[in-house]
Every structure is written in C-alpha cells, then in structure tokens.
C-alpha cells in the first residue's frame, strides 16, 4: 500500500453461498435460523436467509489484512452494520465487494483507510474503517 491521501485500493470480491452460512454457523455457534431457514427469514420481515453480520464483518477484514500485508499491521477496524446480506438459494450465493479509500496518513505514519461493502449494489456497512500500521 502507498498510502497517498485519496488513493483507492483495488476492489475484492468474495462469494457467499448458504453452504459458507452452515458452515460459519458451526464455527461460530450462531444457529439463529435468519441464517439458514427461509420460512424464518421472511416470516419475521427479512428479504431471505440472510448471513451473519459477523461473517460479513470477517471477509472485510480478510480484505483489510490482504491490503495491510499481514494480519498484525491492522491497529483498528470497526464498522456498523447497515443492511442485511441476503444469500439465495443458488449454487452462486451472492458476492460482497470490499472496497478501500485511503482517508489519511498520520502523525506516525499509519494509514488510515475508510471502507465499503456492497451486495448487489446496496451498501450493506456504514461507518467501516480501518488503522494500518507503517511497514
């Protein structure tokens, strides 16, 4: 990363189908059946069978860890969860494109990177932002 002030890191793309949502699940613990029964998704309001914002969280900071080189020069990440990721039934699943601006560079030289997540074109983080420690 050069980490010039306004510069835009190269996009990534990651796939998601039900089968990553079973699987997160028993990784994580979450059965919450939003994540893997339809009937329960649309019953209580959602599009479909959404994934798990954590998950969607974690393929962020895949992305964050790839830009930064390794995963110990990420200082920070946060971001606030905007809308849910729906996951069709389909052998495709769906994709969430992380992107990257860099915001600034600080006083010590860490980078400062505001970041963005979209499915289907909706944005689906707010507020999503990463610290990179100089190399």
């Known amino acids: ?11 990534q793309t990651f796939r998601v189908t039900r089968a990553d949502l079973v699987r ?5 613990g979450d059965f919450n059946p939003i994540h893997w029964s339809e009937r329960t998704a649309t019953g209580v309001g959602l599009p479909g069978v959404i994934a ?28 606030r ?20 601006t860099v915001k600034e560079i600080t006083d010590d030289g860490h980078t400062r990177l505001s970041l963005t997540a ?7 983080l707010s507020l999503a932002q990463a610290l990179i420690r100089k190399r």
């Open 118 to 124: 979209t499915c289907n074109g909706d944005k689906v």
């Open 52 to 79: 798990h914002g954590m998950f969607t969280m974690a393929l962020v900071g895949r992305a964050v860890t790839a830009w930064a080189g390794a995963a110990d020069a990420v200082v920070e990440f946060s971001v």
């Open 24 to 28: 997160y699940a028993g990784a994580s």
């Open 1 to 11: 990363m050069s980490g010039l002030a306004g510069e835009v890191l190269e996009p």
């Open 81 to 100: 969860f905007a809308r849910p990721v729906p996951v069709p039934d389909t052998d495709e699943g769906t994709e969430i494109v992380v992107g990257a």
